[in-house]
């Protein structure tokens, strides 16, 4: 009995201390208003289980080291230039062949707080002052470079570079505040992505462990320069990439990657094409028309019962443990890249992964380019190249 009081006892008391959170340890303890919502998730044994045993991303050649902090996305521009891409710092970079070179900005007033850095997650502080470029997509036509900046929006920088122009930060009165990805139609219609209208990027683990889906998918027009919302209601949102022959794009939410038709019968409307076998960040069409879909890392046991029961989710949110500890419990214990080609009708058609994270520890977009595979990710100080 005596044992049992003394376990009723911490047990109240560990109650208190996460109701309280007194000494501000927790890792949602910045944020008051934080709530946890239930996902919307399928089974267990509905999320495929298929693996690359020989876990061939490990064959990857690591370039750039130390040259690039958090490559986002990898674009080439219509003359097969490149790669582009998107750091941490805020600046766009230009591989010319020799070295890479400053090509675009995106934050209008930038300052010695976005000068260079040891690691990627040192600019996090100030990436709203700096700019986050993320998603990048050349108009093949105009050889304009199309930016989706996680704070300052939809943007567009001209083939010379220089200081980007803001072309959209607000859709339906509400603003933009985690703009993600994007991609181009013949006509010049924008198709992009704001993971959420609540959390910043720099709050993206936030986002993650709240399940809240207010994020959108949404199309800009460069006649009207009206931006209008073809989804709500989505848990962020993330890549998106037109099919090859235009009739329909996809994009990947927290665990799925859905078809949104433009033409045809059913034009307007999306529906699921695959379930993933993780947490999804770009997608990419191959010229095939094939679509390459980075995984940020698989679905693990303790994050799919987060995802069921909020409550449980919110109290272990409370304890004093960091967000980077809750970040590693999502992930099994250690970041692992995994990528996956998936068929226009959703037939997985190969994955690649390194479960154990030895090379290819994370991977945000993979772009497949004359029989190789460039990957960048906003984790890591490094393009991976995979020949195919």
């Not at 927790?26 to 267990?44: C, G, K, N, V």
């Not at 250690?334 to 009708?345: D, I, M, T």
């Amino acid at each position: 009995m005596r044992s049992a009081g003394i376990l009723a006892g911490l047990s109240i008391l560990l109650a208190l201390y996460c109701g309280i959170d007194p000494f501000k340890h927790s890792a949602i303890s910045d944020f008051p208003d934080f709530e946890a919502f239930e996902a919307d998730i399928p089974a267990w044994s509905e999320f495929p289980k298929v693996r690359d045993p020989g876990n061939l991303l490990q064959n990857s050649e690591i370039k750039f080291l130390n040259q690039v902090q958090g490559p986002e996305s990898m674009a080439f521009d219509p003359q097969g230039r490149g790669p582009y891409t998107g750091v941490a710092d805020g600046r766009i970079l230009f591989w010319n062949g020799e070295a890479w070179t400053d090509f675009a900005y995106t934050a209008p007033n930038r300052s010695e707080l976005c000068d260079p850095k040891p690691s990627a997650f040192s600019y996090l502080k100030n990436e709203h002052i700096c700019g986050r470029p993320l998603g990048l997509r050349f108009d093949k036509n105009t050889g304009d470079l199309y930016i989706a900046d996680a704070y300052f929006g939809l943007m567009k920088v001209g083939p010379q570079g220089g200081q980007a122009t803001s072309l959209s930060t607000e859709a339906e009165g509400v603003p933009l505040r985690f703009t993600n990805d994007l991609d181009i139609d013949d006509e010049g219609n924008i198709y992009f992505t704001d993971s959420s209208t609540k959390y910043q990027r720099r709050n993206f683990l936030l986002l993650v462990f709240s399940a809240e889906d207010s994020g959108r998918v949404l199309k800009y027009n460069p006649n009207t320069k009206e931006t209008t919302v073809l989804v709500h209601n989505v848990r962020f949102p993330n890549g998106l990439s037109l099919s090859k022959d235009g009739s329909f794009f996809v994009f990947c939410d927290a665990g799925r990657l859905w078809k949104y038709w433009l033409r045809g019968e059913k034009a307007g409307t999306s529906e699921i094409m695959v379930l993933l076998p993780g947490f999804p960040d770009n997608v990419r069409t191959n010229e095939k028309g094939e679509f390459w879909v980075a995984i940020h890392c698989r679905l693990t046991r303790y994050a799919y019962l987060c995802a069921l029961y909020p409550k449980f989710r919110k109290f272990l949110l409370k304890l004093p443990i960091s967000a980077t500890i809750h970040y590693l419990l999502h992930v099994g214990g250690r970041p692992h890249a995994v990528v996956a080609k998936y068929s226009p009708e959703g037939k997985l058609l190969r994955i690649l992964e390194d479960s154990p994270g030895k090379v290819v520890k994370a991977v945000s977009e993979v772009d497949e380019k004359d029989g190789k595979l460039w990957m960048g990710s906003v984790l890591v100080p490094f393009v991976a190249v995979y020949q195919l």
